[in-house]
């Protein structure tokens, strides 16, 4: 039977106005735990545009927890009708006491974090213009976030996570990705390090260090065949270790005694002179 405030299947929905201990909500009432989260191989998703891009996806979603209103928007979303999901239910004061703060948007899921792709598959598949953005030493999620849709947005194929790197699917890093991270292939790296040396000395690519102080312009930079650009810590920049093994230094000139920019908007800028050189522009 039908329930007659929501054409969902009335199986699906929990209504929890007096559960708060109910206890497949442990994991909205632990946000502020991301390792937690990350050790059970899930992330939380929050907001429209990102819960709204989760259901268009093949993504293993355990459970949305949404407001009554969120629940009759989302009633004609891909997947809403999904046996699998359990759409727990509450007012939004009681969502705010459940996950610890107030919510600017009542509506969240839990999700399965995807199985990492092989490495070696991503680069069979990229030929000899792959594109690869790798994360040393980024601790901001909002940084990472913001990264991730400018990977999405720029062409990049595959997102290298090192070891000293938060996820990409924190929870703050997944909502500043507005949703691109389910598109885009992410692998967590043990030792970047390692990693990097066999990308340029077996697999031919340009490992480019973004570096306020480098030595070589980015715009004096051959951006188009296989590169993979690495970008470091917002206060230290690169490690010692990722640095020695990356080929090129490569800076970003700069105007009125501004020494670097922000991590993430350093990252657009090379991504779009990526993309200008492969696809709008000739060689150099």
Known sequence: MLDMENPLKSANIVDISGGLNHPDLTFYRTLRRPLDHFAERIFVAEGENVVRRLLATNLRIRSLLVTP????????????????????RAPKELLAEIVGFNLHQGIMAVVEMPTDPVLEDVLDSVGS??????????????NIGVI???????????????????????????????????????????????CLAMLHTQRGFDVLAADPLGAQSLFETNLTGNVCVVVGNEGNGLSPGVLAVCNRHVSIPMARETDSLNVANATAVILSEALRQRHYAKPR
């Open 148 to 194: 991730v849709r400018n990977c999405a947005g720029l062409g990049v194929d595959l997102l290298l996570a090192g070891e000293t790197s938060g996820s990409p699917y924190l929870r703050r890093a997944v909502r500043n990705s507005m949703g691109t991270i389910f598109s885009l292939p992410v692998i967590h790296i043990p030792n970047l390090s390692s």
């Open 69 to 88: 209103e969120w629940l009759l928007q989302i009633q004609n979303e891909p997947r809403a009708s999904d046996p699998s999901i359990i759409f727990y």
């Open 129 to 142: 213009t792959g594109l690869i953005v790798a994360l040393d030493g980024l601790v901001s999620a909002e």
